[in-house]
C-alpha cells in the first residue's frame, strides 16, 4: 500500500500512540502490576516477584508445551491468552517493549478457540490457541502501519499480513505488538514514537534490533513465540541480546507480503520474515505450521520446499551403525572485529563440551572476505540513497537517530545507484556467494557453522554499529540461528590487554568492551546451514544442545 | 567476464567467421553431402536422399532409444557422434542453423566414451554417449563467444558453463554449436555474423528465436537434444516453429552461469536455459541428468528441489480406483492478439481427441491482462534502456536489425530507468503475479493450461512482433513446455474474413495471416503449469500424448 504522510509534530504523535498503548495495557484483566520508579539494571527476576504463580508456569513454559496442554484442553486458550496479556504489560512496563496489547481481540479470539475445542473436540490447526506476538510493521487489519516513522502513523492496515493469515489458520491468537526502530536498519530499537526499548538483562544496554521488542518481550517471558524480520540482523540480533531462540530461514520460504516498509519492490538484498521463540521446539513449529499450509499457493515468489520435520525424520549423515554424525565448523573471529572476551568465551565452552563426542567433529572454519561481503550488502542496502528513508524522516520533524545517522549518512557505501551499478554490484555479490561456495565445498566440508550471533553481548544503546556477523548470512543468504548458550557476562571476562585492532571497526568495538558494562547479558551463539538447509539447522542444533546439555551454567 | 570489443568492421569479422564454419564441416568424415543451388521451401525431406541409411536411422532416433542402446553399447558414441555431425552439417547447409561443428573435440570424446565402457562395463553417466547441441552464447572452453555481436567476436571462453561441466559429468558429447540473433532478443535467428537461420519445413518462415539454430537443427534432425536459453520465448518460439520439444524450465532450477550476454547482473526479469528435445523424454532426461547432480551445491541461486522423475511417480490427482486425473485449461486466444486459424484448428483437434476420455477434464481458462503483463515485462527488459546492446552493436557498425529496432527502439516501454522506477516495475510484476495466483486459485483450478505458443506458426522472417503467448510465462515464471502436435498448416486454414482488429498488435498478426504463406509449417502448443510444478506439466503432456495419440495426423 502507498504509505500517506500524517503531517503532524512528531511529540504530538508520539504523546497520542503513548497514550493508546498506556490504555491497551490498562484494559488488561486482571490489572498489569505497576512497577517501581527506579529498578534494578537486570529487571527478569521482577515478573516472577509480581506476577501470580499460574501466571508464571504458563508464561515460562515453551511453544510445545503450551500447545500440547492447549490441544487437549488441559489449558484454556483464555487462560494462556490473559497470563500472556499480563506478563507482556509488565514487560512493557519494564522495557518499553510493547508498541500496543490487544486484550479485546485477544479475548474474543481465545474464547472462539476454546468454544470450538469444547464443541467438536478437535483443534482448528497446529498452534490451536498460541498467543503470538507481532513486530509493528507486520500489517494486521484495522490497526496503525508506522514502520516506526512518526509521518506514517495514521496508515491503516486493510488487511492482515499473508503470514498472519496463515497463523490464524493453524489457531494462533495475536495479543501484542512489538517495537521497532526508525527506519527499521538499527541493531538497537528506538524511535520517535515510542523511545528507547531496553535489554531485561541489563537496562543499560540495547535489547537489539530491528525487532527488539519481541526480543525483550520474549526475554522478559511476556511471549513464548514472536514474529521478526531481518535483513542484516534484525531476528537474530535481538534474539541472541535477549537470550532466546532465532531464525533468519533463507529466503522466499515465508511469505513476506503485508509489511510495511520502505524500498518496497527492493531486490537486491531480500528480508525475511521469521520466528523468535523461548525454545528451539518453537521455532520448528512455527516453520512447520506455516510451510505446511502451502504458502507458494498464495505467494509466487515462494519456494515449493516442504518443512521437514526433523523431529521425525534426520537429515544429517549417519555412520554404519546409524549413530548421526555431526561436522560443526567453528568461524570464532570474522577477521574483521574481533568478539568481545564473553563471546569466545561462550564458544570455546560450548566447543569443549561438544568436541569430545564421538558423533562430533569439530574444525576450523576459516572466514572469507567477509570485509568484502559487507561493502557489497551495505552498498545495495540503500540502492537510492536513502532517499525513501530521508523523506519519511524528515516529514515530520523527528530527529535522525545516531544508528540512523550511522548506516544511511555516515554509510561511505550509500548512494543513490543507477541500473548499471545495480547491476555490477548484483554480478559482485552473486560472484561473493559463488565463491563462498565454493569455500564451503572445501575439502573439510561441514554440515554448520558455529559462528557469534555479533561482535559482543548487547552493547550500549547507540553503539551496534558492527553487523558483519549477522549480516553476513543474509548476503549469502544461509539460514542462520541463534540460541542462548545459557552464560551471562560477567567481571570474569577480561579485557585483552595490549590488543592492536585491526581496523577502525574493531578498534571502536574493542574500546566498547569493559566488563562491568555488561554484566548479565546473555552469551548467545549462531548456527548457520546452506541455503534452503534451514531444517538441518535446527536438526544440528537439538543435537548440540543434547550432547553439551544446554543452557550451559556459568 | 568482460568482453572485449575487437574494433573490426562487422563485415571481416563475418567473413572469417563463415570460413572457420565451412572449415570445421568440411572436416566432418564422412564428407557432409553438398546441396542444390535451387532447394524447395521445404527442405526437411532432404536429409534423407542425401545420407546413408544408418545415418538417418541414428538421427531419428529420440534420446531415450540412444541412451538405451548407447549404454548397453548396441550403438558406440563414435558412431553416433558421427551421425549427427553429417546430419548436422547438412542441416546448417540447408537451414544456416550451426555456427560451427566441433568434429575433433566431439570425436576424441566419443572414443573416451566408447573406451570406457567396453573397458570399465559401465557407463560414466546416465546420458554416456549422447550427443548435445549449444547455443552459442553458451561458454565452451577455448572457443569464441560473442553473444551474437560481431564486435564480441575474438572473445575466447576460459571455462565451459556450469550446465555444460553437468552434462560432460553426465556423459555427454558436445558437437555443434547453434546459431541465435542479435543481441539475442528476436524470436527469429539472424545476425551480423551468420546472417539468417531459416525454418526447414518452409525457408520463407523464421525459424524463431532466439534459439533458432537449434530449433532448426532439432526440426532437420540434426540434433536430438540441444540447449536453448528463454527470457520471453527464446527456447519455445524456435520449438514451436519447428515442430520439437522445448521447456522453459522454472527459474533457478538449471544454472545459468557461464552465459555470455549483455546486462549480466539484471534480475528483473531472470532468463532461464532448458532443452530442446525431438521427444519428450529426452526433456525428462535432459532435466534429470542435471538435477540430480544437485548444481544448487555450485550456483548458489538455485533451489534445492530434487527433479521428480514421472516415469516412476506420478504427481497428479487420483480417482477411487487409481486412475490418473488431468483438468487442463485452454486459453486459446489471450485477448489481445487471437492466434491464426491454423493454431486454433491445432487446439481444437487436440481438445476433441482429450475431451471424451474420462480422466480428462477440459475447462475454458480466460486471461487475466495479458495486455498489461507485456507492458511489465517488456518494461523491465532493458533497465538502462538498451544501453549495452546500443553500445555492442554500434561497436562494429552493424546494421541494427529490423526485430532489434522492434523491441529496444520502438518499444515505447524502453527506457533508462532510475532505480525507484525499476522497484515500482517489480511491484507491479509482483502483483501482477499475485493476482494470476489468485485467478488460478478460482473455483475452477485446473493442473495445467493448454495454450498456443504464439499467435500463429513460424512467420516470414523479421514478422515475429507479438512474444505475448510466450514472454506472459516468462513473467509469472511458470513452467512452459512446448510441443508438436503432429499436425501442419495448409491451404485449409482459411482467413477469418471481415474479423476486425481489437488493436495495433492484432491487426498486424491479422494481416501476416495467408494460408499460402505457412503452408507445411507445424502447428504446436504450449503446456503451463504452475511455478515449479515442471515435472508435472511433463506428466500432463506424457498422458496428454497417449491419450490423444500424439502426433496427430493432419
Given at each position: 500500500m502507498p504509505y500517506k504522510i500524517n503531517h503532524k509534530p512528531w511529540r504530538d504523535v508520539s504523546a497520542a500512540m503513548l497514550e493508546h498503548r498506556k490504555q491497551t495495557i490498562a484494559a488488561v484483566e486482571p490489572a498489569v502490576p505497576g512497577v517501581a520508579d527506579s529498578l534494578p539494571l537486570n529487571v527478569t527476576s521482577i515478573p516472577r516477584q509480581l506476577l501470580p504463580s499460574e501466571v508464571i508456569e504458563i508464561t515460562e513454559s515453551p511453544s510445545e508445551l503450551l500447545i500440547s496442554r492447549l490441544s487437549t484442553g488441559k489449558l484454556s486458550s483464555t487462560a494462556v491468552v490473559t497470563a500472556f496479556l499480563q506478563r507482556a504489560g509488565l514487560a512493557s512496563k519494564l522495557t518499553n517493549c510493547v508498541a500496543e496489547l490487544l486484550p479485546e481481540r485477544a479475548l474474543t479470539r481465545a474464547?472462539?478457540?476454546?468454544?470450538?475445542?469444547?464443541?467438536?473436540?478437535?483443534?482448528?490447526?497446529?498452534?490451536?490457541?498460541?498467543?503470538?506476538?507481532?513486530?509493528?510493521?507486520?500489517?494486521?487489519?484495522?490497526?496503525?502501519?508506522?514502520?516506526?516513522?512518526?509521518?506514517?502513523?495514521?496508515?491503516?492496515?486493510?488487511?492482515?499480513?499473508?503470514?498472519?493469515?496463515?497463523?490464524?489458520?493453524?489457531?494462533?491468537?495475536?495479543?501484542?505488538?512489538?517495537?521497532?526502530?526508525?527506519?527499521?536498519?538499527?541493531?538497537?530499537?528506538?524511535?520517535?514514537?515510542?523511545?528507547?526499548?531496553?535489554?531485561?538483562?541489563?537496562?543499560?544496554?540495547?535489547?537489539?534490533?530491528?525487532?527488539?521488542?519481541?526480543?525483550?518481550l520474549l526475554g522478559l517471558r511476556g511471549s513464548c513465540l514472536g514474529i521478526g524480520t531481518d535483513i542484516g540482523g534484525s531476528i537474530r540480533s535481538p534474539a541472541a541480546n535477549n537470550g532466546v531462540f532465532g531464525l533468519r530461514p533463507t529466503s522466499y520460504r515465508l511469505p513476506l507480503s503485508g509489511l510495511a516498509a520502505t524500498m518496497l519492490g527492493a531486490e537486491h538484498i531480500v528480508p525475511v520474515i521469521g520466528p523468535l521463540s523461548t525454545s528451539l521446539e518453537g521455532i520448528n513449529l512455527f516453520m512447520k505450521a506455516l510451510i505446511d499450509q502451502q504458502p507458494w499457493l498464495y505467494e509466487p515468489s515462494l519456494v515449493p520446499l516442504p518443512w521437514k520435520d526433523t523431529t521425525e525424520d534426520s537429515l544429517l549423515r549417519k555412520d554404519g551403525t546409524g549413530n548421526r554424525k555431526l561436522r560443526i565448523g567453528v568461524l570464532s573471529d570474522d577477521g574483521v572485529v574481533k568478539p568481545h572476551p564473553p563471546i569466545l568465551r561462550g564458544i570455546q565452552t560450548l566447543v569443549s563440551a561438544l568436541q569430545s563426542h564421538p558423533d562430533i567433529e569439530i574444525i576450523p572454519f576459516p572466514p572469507y572476505k567477509h570485509a568484502e561481503a559487507w561493502r557489497i550488502i551495505s552498498s545495495l542496502y540503500f540502492a537510492d540513497g536513502g532517499a525513501e528513508e530521508k523523506a519519511a524522516i524528515n516529514a515530520s520533524g523527528e530527529a535522525i537517530l545516531p544508528l540512523?545517522?550511522?548506516?544511511?549518512?555516515?554509510?561511505?557505501?550509500?548512494?543513490?545507484?543507477?541500473?548499471?551499478?545495480?547491476?555490477?554490484?548484483?554480478?559482485?555479490?552473486?560472484?561473493?556467494?559463488?565463491?563462498?561456495?565454493?569455500?564451503?565445498?572445501?575439502?573439510?566440508?561441514?554440515?554448520?557453522?558455529?559462528?557469534?550471533?555479533?561482535?559482543?553481548?548487547?552493547?550500549?544503546?547507540?553503539?551496534?554499529?558492527?553487523?558483519?556477523?549477522?549480516?553476513?548470512?543474509?548476503?549469502?543468504?544461509?539460514?542462520s540461528l541463534v540460541f542462548p548458550t545459557g552464560l551471562q557476562a560477567g567481571l570474569e571476562d577480561k579485557v585483552e590487554e595490549g590488543y592492536k585492532p585491526r581496523n577502525e571497526e574493531d578498534g571502536y568495538n574493542y574500546e566498547l568492551y569493559k566488563p562491568e558494562t555488561y554484566v548479565d547479558a546473555p552469551i548467545s551463539l549462531q548456527l548457520v546451514g546452506r541455503r534452503y538447509e534451514d531444517e538441518k539447522v535446527v536438526e544440528a542444533l537439538r543435537m548440540i544442545s543434547e550432547i553439551a546439555g544446554l543452557p550451559l551454567k556459568n
Open positions: 474464547k472462539y478457540l476454546d468454544d470450538y475445542l469444547s464443541k467438536h473436540r478437535q483443534t482448528i490447526g497446529p498452534l490451536h490457541g498460541l498467543p503470538i506476538s507481532v513486530k509493528e510493521h507486520v500489517e494486521m487489519a484495522g490497526l496503525d502501519i508506522n514502520a516506526g516513522f512518526a509521518a506514517w502513523v495514521g496508515n491503516v492496515a486493510t488487511s492482515d499480513a499473508l503470514i498472519l493469515k496463515l497463523l490464524w489458520n493453524a489457531g494462533c491468537v495475536f495479543y501484542a505488538r512489538t517495537t521497532e526502530p526508525q527506519a527499521l536498519m538499527h541493531l538497537e530499537t528506538d524511535n520517535a514514537i515510542y523511545g528507547t526499548t531496553t535489554n531485561p538483562f541489563n537496562t543499560n544496554l540495547t535489547a537489539g534490533g530491528s525487532s527488539g521488542g519481541e526480543g525483550a540512523t545517522e550511522f548506516i544511511l549518512t555516515q554509510n561511505p557505501n550509500v548512494k543513490e545507484l543507477s541500473v548499471h551499478e545495480v547491476w555490477k554490484l548484483t554480478q559482485e555479490r552473486e560472484g561473493y556467494k559463488a565463491a563462498y561456495t565454493r569455500h564451503w565445498n572445501s575439502d573439510q566440508m561441514v554440515d554448520v557453522i558455529l559462528t557469534p550471533a555479533g561482535p559482543g553481548c548487547a552493547p550500549p544503546h547507540d553503539c551496534a554499529r558492527y553487523w558483519g556477523y549477522t549480516s553476513q548470512w543474509n548476503l549469502l543468504d544461509y539460514p
